[in-house]
């Protein structure tokens, strides 16, 4: 009886991720314009490199919240700061107190200067490393190192709510060629940082599970998204809904997430 139980449960769990009624797709956009190139879901490493540098880019405000210390002007896209003061304040909330910015955005430039300096051991060559996205930050501590205090196994708890994943997990040396880095946080947004964490994947293998699969529908801190893989072509069909988003996948495709009603 408790093995049943059990089994339910676990059933119960993976269906509030994953739900089989794909919606109709009577909404027809052009993806003209848009470039494969760019987007929360670009996978970069040493095979794929960066393909077009970020335009959207601001500084991380110092004042972000009074747990984070921003010693530097550190710049990152956009769309990350909302999702990244919102994850800081639910920290603050759970008392955790000290964490540090150490790095962000990297020009090419930068990125070059550093893998000459430092070696393959410390840094990747330009166009091999996230932090020439815009959508990596290096996150640590005022208290120690990550792998050790509470800022790191509390945002390896919780990133993820917010659209953060732990880019170079221990688990996954084999997959992405990186030591673990407790402290590399890459934005892929929502519900994707959640669907990784729930099915243990790095990216490598969530854009390869994307191209397998060609679509699915989740059901994720009560919305409900539908998430599809397109590729060569100007044209897709999605559902009837006004909150979607395009992304490329750095490689020929693109990851399109809409919002269903």
């Known amino acids: 009886m408790k093995k049943i139980i059990i089994a339910l449960m676990i059933i119960l769990f993976c269906y509030q991720f994953f739900i089989n009624d794909s919606p109709k797709l009577n909404q027809e956009i052009s993806l003209q314009g848009k470039s494969p190139y760019n987007g929360n879901l670009i996978l970069i490493n040493k095979d794929f490199k960066l393909q077009q540098e970020p335009t959207n880019l601001t500084i991380i405000p110092k004042g972000l919240t009074e747990n984070v210390l921003i010693d530097s002007e550190y710049k ?34 930068l990125q070059q200067q550093l893998y000459e300096q430092k070696g393959a051991e410390y840094a990747l060559p330009s ?3 996230e932090h020439q996205t815009g959508l ?17 196994k509390w945002l390896e708890e919780h990133a ?13 040396v084999d997959i992405t060629g990186i030591a673990f880095e407790p402290w590399h ?11 990784m964490k729930q099915k243990d994947m790095s990216l490598e293998e969530y ?3 994307l191209e397998d699969e060609k ?3 989740a059901k994720v801190n009560g919305v409900k998204y539908y998430v599809q893989y397109v590729e ?8 009837d809904s006004t909150k979607y988003e395009v992304s490329g996948d750095n490689l020929n495709g693109f990851i399109i997430t809409s919002i269903l009603k």
């Open 127 to 129: 166009g091999s490393s």
């Open 185 to 195: 946080f890459r934005y892929v947004g929502l519900p994707h940082s959640i669907i």
């Open 160 to 172: 993820t709510d917010y659209g953060f994943i732990l880019r170079y997990p221990e688990n996954k």
């Open 76 to 109: 990152v896209q956009q769309s990350l700061i909302e999702p990244l003061k919102q994850m800081f304040e639910a920290a603050q909330e759970d008392d955790i107190q000290h964490f540090k910015i150490n790095s962000a955005y990297r020009s090419g430039k």
């Open 207 to 209: 854009i390869k599970f």
């Open 232 to 239: 060569n072509t100007n044209q897709a069909k999605i559902p």
């Open 215 to 217: 679509d699915y529908t």
């Open 136 to 152: 990596s930050i290096d996150i640590g501590s005022t208290q120690g190192t990550m792998d050790k205090t509470m800022e790191g």
